[in-house]
């Protein structure tokens, strides 16, 4: 047991399972008292249960910390105020909070209702902003926080995922737009996505739909590589969630607006977007783009080293 997070305060979603039950006991050992906000739903974000996030508050608790279960709903946004209330009342501040709650609903895009795009958008972005916005008004004040955001390898673009991967797209923007805004107040945002061995990457219905990306072509070998790590034994949640710890640490003081990719084996750091390639020409005298002109410029100019993900077939 450590002390490196001792007096500090945290809201942890989604602390009931997975990923978000190892980061808040890789809190807890390091001495957090914990908020732990789980709504005990399935996997595709259906019913509700009390007995995740009050088994994760008994754990914590084996660490000497302060621990406290919240039962609400994150897509609520007087849900998320409650969670933020209830940290400040329980403890006094709220100085971290991790967003990890989440659901899954995969459907090709031809195939899915509005309800499950909603859905996924709601539990997603909307909770990891819900939370956010809360959580700011008190961090902005005391002139300290640390917020922890979870995406996915799917915001890169993946197949059978359009409301999951746009989620957790949002999430990667939304991530780089707080920590622009609340970076001179103290208050510190990252995000980070998981490879990790839990009910929602393994199964038989994750292993069907992993088989048919394959069968159709319609994975990178690079992405392939990382739902091998994700799916492989001993791939637990606990390896990492350290990391998570590091980053709610005084010593990530000046880590801000960062995206990493987290495994037992791997640490990374994604890129920021930047525009790679670009013609630019005189202002003044520049006439509407014709499309004759880009037609060659934009072959011979920008895509340069590109290929197509997903080329038309025959
Ligand atoms: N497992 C992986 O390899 C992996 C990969 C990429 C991203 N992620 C992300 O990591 C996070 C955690 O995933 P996991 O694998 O631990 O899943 P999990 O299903 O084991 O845990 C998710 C937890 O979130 C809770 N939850 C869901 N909706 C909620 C809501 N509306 N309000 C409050 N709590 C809610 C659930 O009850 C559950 O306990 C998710 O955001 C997921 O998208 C996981």
Redesign the pocket.
Known sequence: MGERLKGRNALV??????????VALALAEEGANILV???????D?TGA?KT??DSTVEECRRFGVKAVAH??????FK?AEDMVQACVNHFGTIDILC??????RPKMIFNMAEEDFDKVH???LK?TWNLCRHASVFMRQQKYGRIVN?????YAGTVGHTN?GSA?GGIVSLTYAVARELGRYGVTCNAF??????????GSDQDAGLQKRIDSGLISEERLQGMEE??REG?E?EYFAPFIAYLASDAAANVNGCIFVV?RATVGIWSHPQIVRKHTRDWDSAAPWKIEDLEKLVPQELLVDYANPAPPRE
């Open positions: 979603t989604g602390a009931g399972r997975g990923i978000g039950k190892a906000c789980d709504l005990g739903v399935a996997p974000g249960d995740p996030a039962y609400g709903d994150v897509s609520s849900a967003n990890i709650a989440g659901i899954l709601a539990v997603h909770g979870t995406t996915s390898e799917a999951y957790k996505a998981p490879r990790a061995r839990t009910r929602m990457s393994v994700t799916r791939a949640p495994s």
